[in-house]
């Protein structure tokens, strides 16, 4: 059982940032796929960003690449995602993802077993 606790959301006016954090109660340092997803009202909750092997592989939605950057602290047991140039269209809720055991990451809800509470980012024109 992996638990997943997400901070960092809040309001911003549009091109500013934020750093979002996920902590996770325990994984493993390699074999650990982890995501962020987000999901605005009356839409479907997409993929975002995603880290696995480790750290070594990372994917995007192209509407983030560029902008944003996920990376992990194992130390910590942390993940982040760095949002940079934030745009009205990036306002949501932002969820942590985790699945254990995992082999190759990607962006599919499907793939993740373990999901935070969310913290919402709200950007203003």
């Known amino acids: 059982q992996v638990q997943l606790v997400e901070s960092g959301g809040g309001s911003v006016q549009a091109g500013g940032s934020l750093r979002l954090s996920c902590v996770a109660s325990?994984?493993?340092?390699?074999?650990?796929?982890m995501a962020w997803f987000r999901q605005a009202p009356g839409k479907e909750r997409e993929g975002v960003a995603s880290?696995?092997?480790?750290?070594?592989?990372?994917s995007y939605v192209d509407s983030v690449k560029g902008r944003f950057t996920i990376s992990q602290d194992f130390a910590k047991n942390t993940m982040y995602l760095e949002m940079n140039n934030l745009q009205p269209e990036d306002t949501a809720m932002y969820y942590c993802?985790?699945?254990?055991?995992?082999?190759?990451?990607?962006?599919?809800?499907?793939?993740?077993?373990?999901w935070g509470q969310g913290t919402q980012v709200t950007v203003s024109s």
């Open positions: 880290i696995w092997r480790g750290g070594l592989e990372t």
């Open positions: 325990s994984y493993g340092y390699y074999s650990t796929c």
């Open positions: 993802a985790a699945t254990p055991s995992c082999l190759t990451g990607g962006l599919s809800r499907a793939l993740y077993n373990y």
